[in-house]
């Protein structure tokens, strides 16, 4: 099972930028399918994006435009960058492995995420 760690959150000014980090242990990570997912106060866990092994990302509508996924599989990493953030992008970011030609996470195990703000 691949464990995951996420990093790089933190409290950021409407129309600022961060970037999300995640890195696998594992030595098949370049074979997963990568996903980040958010769950804000009082709302159910939602898709944000993935990346695949062909590196082009799929977005949720609601951050397309905005953020970019990608990833280094010497590195065992898969990033977040996120732009132009808004209030409503204030959730706990958490990645996971993507079941194949799905939005759905392929583990039911989660790390510890990490919490992005954005103020307005």
């Known amino acids: 099972q691949v464990q995951l760690v996420e990093s790089g959150g933190g409290l950021v000014q409407a129309g600022g930028s961060l970037r999300l980090s995640c890195t696998a242990s594992g030595r098949t990570f370049s074979t997963y399918v990568m996903g980040w997912f958010r769950q804000a106060p009082g709302k159910e866990r939602e898709f944000v994006a993935k990346i695949a092994w062909s590196r082009s990302g799929t977005y949720a509508d609601s951050v397309k435009g905005r953020f970019t996924i990608s990833r280094d599989n010497a590195k065992n990493t898969v990033y977040l960058q996120m732009n132009s953030l808004k209030p409503e992008d204030t959730a706990v970011y958490y990645c996971?492995?993507?079941?194949?030609?799905?939005?759905?996470?392929?583990?039911?195990?989660w790390g510890q995420g990490t919490q992005v703000t954005v103020s307005s």
């Open positions: 996971n492995t993507v079941i194949p030609n799905t939005l759905k996470p392929s583990s039911g195990s």
